[in-house]
DNA sequence: CGCGTTTACGTCGTTCGTAACGATA
DNA sequence: TATCGTTACGAACGACGTAAACGCG
């Protein structure tokens, strides 16, 4: 048993049971991979996926036994590696960060413009996707980081730093009848328009969808998006009234879009960033982090990532705290705290 | 980076960076070693030991990380190993326990000959020691299971199974003055003789020493050993009065000792088998837990003793519901439960 | 001079890539 | 016939062991 040969069974399982592109993403040839595959199996006594012929069906029961240690096993040789790199002050790098639109587009881009200019050497990679492909990409190790955000905490088999709480804003064109009503716009009110936000709203278990059903309610979403500006072209279009993050609001939104808080509707959102807990960070992520979310000392993150640990996390601060808005009242949470 | 290589890291460490003694733990020759060490040093680009001359001095700081995260590994590709003969039903191998003697010569025996009996081609390796030596055997991946006990829970780097709970009882010869008294010994009486118990009773952290010294008496202890033979030898020479694990008395002790309960003056102990978290456990090993423990059902091991999950074992029973007792009245602790 | 490490060297095993073959849809 | 996995073979590399050299106490 080998390192390479665990790198290789998980490559062939990650490429979906096909050798070839297996090899390929490991920069080895299809033959060497088949190979070492077999003499794993043959070492083990197991096979690790049932055959159909020639070509590979499933992952055996005992296959995704061990392909889950053998993700271990690499990450933590990843993690040697990291460590090593550290320790030399090497300042360069890859910084693979899965994340949703609305943290790329409005959230990352001060934080990686300060990383950029501490380790101008160290790549950033911005994969954009759903938080299903997000957890995916990051039990699969592909990334180093993913930052999604929810109302409820996420999957415990991951390391969540709280980053920031944020609340969602509705948005509309300034002629639309809700205009009218004024400041205290209520559930009811809004579920008599058609509605336009994120894809998520489409899962009745997304905080959105719960919070109408709370109520008795049942919103139209008329057009949903991954992406804020999308909603924001189809609110000004007149598809519907828009639910969004406030991070999206464009100081030029105010122009021709009408605004409104509705914190005491739904529950506040947090941000986290999603790590592996055995995968040691570069320097340069833990300064990422740390660029993130102020609250979060960078001295202080390697202890508070660490598994062995309980997770003791400084409390998030509110986004309007960290950039202030500029179209509601300053927070009234910061004398909360 | 090959796991060879981390295995030589590791053997070398624990050999007390003597590299021509750790070739000979890992059946390999002393150039292999040497050469291996310092292609992972170079890959790596640290120095993992710091050396004066030629020889190794002392682990560097970077040195002493990457040697903990390759314990994992290599805990990892055993786990794997396991794993799969666990898997092909492989009815032999070796179980390691390291383990106190009052356990050793008390306590184990039936569960070991259960186990002989179910597994007959599993070696079984008996290892004794202090309770420091069994955490460093079972950090250093030495063994498969320590048993050890005390009356707070154990390290938190390690999972902690509670097998039983025990309590001490004195003897002393039947002519003894204390054996006058009567049923109800105090810690003041029993202050005013020499004693004579475990080893660990020379710490000032042990239960027996925070118990007399809670009571503001300084005990003397005439004569320490680890064994509970020994412990009855001196006894019975009149050395002075003997404080042992309830587990320890024979039927035949009652000849010529007089034994009495001491429930109420001295903390319960409890017995706990400890495995390392991330080390998966052969099935002879689950049953060996099982056969001693009737509380740990063996097809709900696995889930229990999985570290992703919250320890939720079922409470311990006490020895005396177990296996009864010669001397005191049955336990009326079931009562309770 | 013994102990322990490093260096040198020869052998063996292993890995890897190329190329041809086989099977499958 | 295109795609994918296996087999075969040769070259290169790497690991390992033996033996000798080097430093140190």
């Given at each position: 048993m080998t390192i390479t040969q665990l790198r290789y069974l998980v490559a062939i399982a990650d490429a979906g049971l096909n050798i070839t592109q297996a090899a390929e993403r490991v920069y080895a040839t299809q033959p060497g991979l088949s190979k070492q595959l077999r003499q794993l199996e043959d070492e083990l006594g197991l096979q690790m996926f049932s055959r159909s012929g020639r070509s590979l069906e499933a992952v055996t029961p005992a296959g995704a036994l061990v392909i889950e240690r053998a993700r271990k096993i690499i990450s933590e040789a990843e993690s040697i590696r990291a460590l090593?790199?550290?320790?030399?002050?090497?300042?360069?790098?890859e910084l693979r960060i899965a994340t949703t639109h609305t943290q790329a587009r409005f959230v990352l881009p001060p934080a990686i413009a300060r990383l950029k200019q501490?380790?101008?050497?160290?790549?950033?990679?911005?994969?954009?996707?759903?938080?299903?492909?997000l957890l995916e990409l990051l039990h699969r190790d592909d990334i180093d980081l993913a930052i999604m955000s929810g109302t409820s905490t996420p999957p415990a088999s991951f390391i969540a730093v709280p980053i920031f709480d944020w609340e969602r804003i509705i948005m509309m064109p300034k002629q639309h009848p809700l205009s009218e009503v004024g400041d205290n716009i209520t559930l009811a009110?809004?579920?008599?328009?058609?509605?336009?936000?994120?894809?998520?709203?489409?899962?009745?278990?997304?905080?959105?969808?719960?919070?109408?059903?709370?109520?008795?309610?049942?919103?139209?979403?008329?057009?949903?998006?991954?992406?804020?500006?999308?909603?924001?072209?189809?609110?000004?279009?007149?598809?519907?009234?828009?639910?969004?993050?406030?991070?999206?609001?464009?100081?030029?939104?105010?122009?021709?879009?009408?605004?409104?808080?509705?914190?005491?509707?739904?529950?506040?959102?947090?941000?986290?960033?999603?790590?592996?807990?055995?995968?040691?960070?570069?320097?340069?992520?833990?300064?990422?982090?740390?660029?993130?979310?102020?609250?979060l000392e960078r001295r202080k993150l390697p202890r508070m990532l660490n598994p062995d640990e309980p997770d003791q996390f400084p409390a998030p601060l509110h986004w309007r705290d960290l950039r202030g808005s500029v179209y509601c009242q300053q927070s009234t949470r910061s004398e909360a705290s």
């Amino acid at each position: 048993m080998t390192i390479t040969q665990l790198r290789y069974l998980v490559a062939i399982a990650d490429a979906g049971l096909n050798i070839t592109q297996a090899a390929e993403r490991v920069y080895a040839t299809q033959p060497g991979l088949s190979k070492q595959l077999r003499q794993l199996e043959d070492e083990l006594g197991l096979q690790m996926f049932s055959r159909s012929g020639r070509s590979l069906e499933a992952v055996t029961p005992a296959g995704a036994l061990v392909i889950e240690r053998a993700r271990k096993i690499i990450s933590e040789a990843e993690s040697i590696r990291a460590l090593a790199e550290n320790l030399r002050h090497e300042a360069s790098g890859e910084l693979r960060i899965a994340t949703t639109h609305t943290q790329a587009r409005f959230v990352l881009p001060p934080a990686i413009a300060r990383l950029k200019q501490e380790f101008p050497d160290v790549n950033i990679h911005l994969m954009p996707g759903g938080d299903a492909e997000l957890l995916e990409l990051l039990h699969r190790d592909d990334i180093d980081l993913a930052i999604m955000s929810g109302t409820s905490t996420p999957p415990a088999s991951f390391i969540a730093v709280p980053i920031f709480d944020w609340e969602r804003i509705i948005m509309m064109p300034k002629q639309h009848p809700l205009s009218e009503v004024g400041d205290n716009i209520t559930l009811a009110q809004l579920a008599d328009y058609p509605l336009v936000s994120y894809e998520s709203a489409l899962s009745p278990e997304s905080s959105l969808r719960r919070a109408f059903a709370a109520a008795d309610l049942n919103p139209r979403i008329a057009c949903t998006a991954r992406d804020a500006d999308l909603i924001k072209t189809y609110v000004r279009a007149g598809l519907g009234v828009g639910i969004l993050a406030e991070m999206a609001i464009l100081p030029e939104d105010q122009a021709d879009l009408e605004l409104r808080c509705i914190d005491q509707l739904l529950p506040t959102c947090t941000t986290w960033a999603l790590v592996r807990p055995d995968r040691l960070l570069r320097d340069f992520n833990l300064a990422f982090i740390s660029a993130l979310a102020p609250q979060l000392e960078r001295r202080k993150l390697p202890r508070m990532l660490n598994p062995d640990e309980p997770d003791q996390f400084p409390a998030p601060l509110h986004w309007r705290d960290l950039r202030g808005s500029v179209y509601c009242q300053q927070s009234t949470r910061s004398e909360a705290s």
